[in-house]
């Protein structure tokens, strides 16, 4: 069993946003551990990750708030991609990829790979 921080703190880990669980006043109940070993799909909306990872929880918390990256909370649901972009963003500036490339960092590949067809020897009957 584990605390609400504990919860708050393994979907941060594992989901890469973070949240907050209203629990319910009064007795304040264990609460079962997140136990989900990846992410759920980028495409997921907030409100599929909701149903699928939170039921555990359903009669133990009242509410769960979703914050972005700047602190905020979500205005609507979203997808857990664009979401977890608003995190980078907060930390690194443009979603945009850079536009200039140090030509120093790039690799070439060798000509078989570039464009040549590749020749196969034919296959030996059995």
């Known amino acids: 069993m584990a605390t ?4 708050e703190k393994a979907i941060f880990e594992r989901e890469g946003f973070r949240v907050e669980l209203q629990l319910f006043e009064g007795k304040r109940p264990s609460l079962p551990t997140y136990d989900y070993p990846v992410m759920a799909p980028q495409r997921w909306k907030v409100s599929d990750w909701k149903n699928a990872r939170l039921e555990a929880y359903r009669l133990l918390v009242k509410g769960v708030t979703i914050y972005r990256g700047d602190g905020t ?11 977890r972009d608003t995190y980078y963003e907060d930390a690194y500036g443009s979603l945009d990829p850079p536009q200039e490339v140090d030509a120093s960092k790039v690799v070439r590949l ?16 059995n």
Not at 4 to 7: E, F, N
Not at 73 to 83: K, V, W
Not at 110 to 125: H, I, L, V
């Open 4 to 7: 609400k921080a504990q919860i």
């Open 73 to 83: 909370t979500i205005p609507r649901d979203m997808q857990l991609g664009n979401l």
């Open 110 to 125: 060798d000509s078989r790979r570039s464009g040549e067809e590749a020749t196969r020897s034919p296959k030996r009957p």
